[in-house]
């Protein structure tokens, strides 16, 4: 069960050194920063981790930045591509609209899409499909013929994949299955921003980053090179171009520190007073199976037991950056690890 949980939550990707004093900020004790000082000898890449209880944040770093640049990377203000961990961002913005009273969970999405979205029995597909992989819908559209393949998701927009979805043929009624779908979560945000009436990057901003104090963080766009970003390597430590968005970005486009997904993990725990804690606890209640009877799925997250505690989970990974984020739902406890490279960060 602990394997399949580990790795359920897939990277976003089409594809697929010494340790720094560590940055606290309560008299929580470095636990871990012997292995982040390891895997970043091992990888030879820059590395950083938090971790989440009710006495604070700690914060470490490990590794190099860049094969150029031999200082580590600052775990309270260097940004990484956060990628799929996205995916749960979106779907609290999904369940703070639900508790708005916008729309139903059970509503069907194309209403707003201006096209018929429907099963293989030719039953409408439901926000709540879009939000637990369970629509159908194929991991990646067909048609997606990026211009610069290290860039995939930059110059697919609404026009390409209306195509796709008005040619798509199901093969199964809406909630049949688990199919992880960076598609599907592509086409939430992108419906959740025009049930809005505004961009899906501005909604996020305003609806949740904001409200939640995450100053840092920021939907990666074309054309917005954002200072602090980290370069981005692959698995052999070549740099690689970071990558932007268009109408996928609610699948995987936020950029930010780890000190912010830090702040993120205490909000979702209830560990910090916020708004959105209704819309977070509706993210982590269970609304539909997951690949297996172990791993039911939230909205966006993966959910799972682990030595009998409940655990939240999501990974992440792009061409240049990977990324892991574990909620202890019993103990209120969380870590994280990021790195700017495209290797496993999960264990």
Same mark, same amino acid.
């Given at each position: 069960m602990q394997r399949r949980f580990f790795t359920q939550a897939t990277a976003l990707a089409m594809l697929p050194l010494g340790a720094h004093p560590v940055q606290a900020t309560s008299g929580l004790p470095a636990v871990g920063a012997g292995a982040l000082r390891e895997r970043a000898r091992q990888e030879g890449r820059g590395f950083v981790a938090a971790q989440v209880s009710a006495q604070g944040v700690q914060l470490t770093s490990a590794g190099q930045r860049s094969a150029s640049d031999a200082a580590e990377p600052d775990a309270g203000a260097d940004l990484f591509e956060i990628g799929s961990i996205t995916?749960?961002?979106?779907?609290?913005?999904?369940?703070?609209?639900?508790?708005?009273?916008?729309?139903?969970?059970?509503?069907?999405?194309?209403?707003?899409?201006?096209?018929?979205?429907?099963?293989?029995? %030719?039953?409408?597909?439901?926000?709540?499909? *879009?939000? =637990?992989?369970?629509?159908?819908? $194929? #991991?990646? @559209?067909?048609?997606?013929?990026?211009?610069?393949?290290?860039?995939?998701?930059?110059?697919? %927009?609404?026009?390409?994949?209306?195509?796709? *979805?008005? =040619?798509?043929?199901?093969?199964? $009624? #809406?909630? @049949?299955?688990?199919?992880?779908?960076?598609?599907g979560f592509g086409l939430l945000g992108h419906a959740l921003g025009l049930h809005a009436g505004k961009p899906f990057?501005?909604?996020?901003?305003?609806?949740?980053?904001?409200?939640?104090?995450?100053?840092?963080m920021r939907v990666a766009v074309p054309g917005d090179g954002p200072a602090g970003l980290l370069p981005g390597?692959?698995?052999?430590?070549?740099?690689?171009?970071?990558w932007t968005f268009d109408t996928m970005a609610g699948g995987g486009a936020l950029i930010g520190s780890a000190r912010s997904l830090a702040r993120y993990a205490q909000a979702a725990l209830g560990l910090i007073d916020t708004p959105l804690a209704p819309a977070f606890e509706?993210?982590?209640?269970?609304?539909?199976?997951?690949?297996?009877?172990?791993?039911?799925?939230?909205?966006?997250?993966?959910?799972?037991?682990?030595?009998?505690?409940?655990?939240?989970?999501?990974?992440?990974?792009?061409?240049?950056?990977?990324?892991?984020?574990?909620?202890?739902?019993?103990?209120?406890?969380?870590?994280?690890?990021l790195a700017n490279a495209f290797v496993p960060v999960t264990d």
């Open positions: 995916k749960t961002f979106t779907a609290l913005l999904l369940a703070q609209a639900v508790l708005r009273k916008d729309f139903a969970l059970t509503d069907p999405v194309e209403s707003v899409l201006g096209l018929r979205l429907r099963d293989s029995q %030719g039953q409408p597909l439901q926000w709540l499909d *879009l939000a =637990t992989h369970r629509s159908g819908l $194929p #991991r990646l @559209a067909s048609n997606m013929q990026p211009r610069l393949a290290a860039d995939p998701y930059a110059d697919y %927009g609404w026009t390409q994949r209306k195509a796709f *979805l008005e =040619t798509w043929q199901p093969q199964v $009624p #809406r909630q @049949a299955r688990w199919e992880y779908s960076n598609l990057a501005a909604l996020l901003h305003e609806r949740v980053l904001q409200p939640l104090g995450l100053g840092d390597h692959d698995a052999n430590g070549q740099a690689v171009p970071r509706l993210t982590l209640r269970r609304h539909a199976d997951g690949s297996g009877p172990a791993n039911p799925m939230g909205l966006g997250w993966i959910l799972g037991r682990l030595n009998g505690r409940r655990i939240a989970n999501h990974d992440g990974g792009t061409y240049g950056f990977s990324s892991s984020l574990f909620l202890d739902l019993d103990q209120q406890r969380a870590s994280l690890v």
